[in-house]
């Protein structure tokens, strides 16, 4: 059942500040980010520690939010740090206060 966190995202992952950079997209990004920062599957993001969520852009489209995405993992990775220094100069993890941690009604994302 959709929430209201549901919705069509191109974004990056990172390791922390100006480390390794993963780039993906989901219709649901609220779960995606759960289950990076929880290494639910094997693959680059588990791999290299990329849990913090630095940049997201909302798309109508998953068409466009493809398009998006490999056009963005074209970019040089100097081009992909401005993106995200633009947007997140403190590279702050943007969806840290998106699941609670002391609620025992609460279930994570599928």
Known sequence: MPTHRTFIATYIMASGRNG??????SSDLHARVWQHRNGTF???TDQYGCKRLV???RHQWV????RREKRLKKWLR???LALIER???????LAAD????NDPDWTPPV
């Open 20 to 25: 390794t950079l993963y780039v993906g997209m």
């Open 42 to 44: 094997d693959g680059f």
């Open 55 to 57: 940049w997201f852009e």
């Open 63 to 66: 068409v466009k939010a493809i």
């Open 78 to 80: 100097d081009w992909k």
């Open 87 to 93: 947007e997140n100069p403190e590279w702050r993890d």
């Open 98 to 101: 998106w699941y609670p941690t």
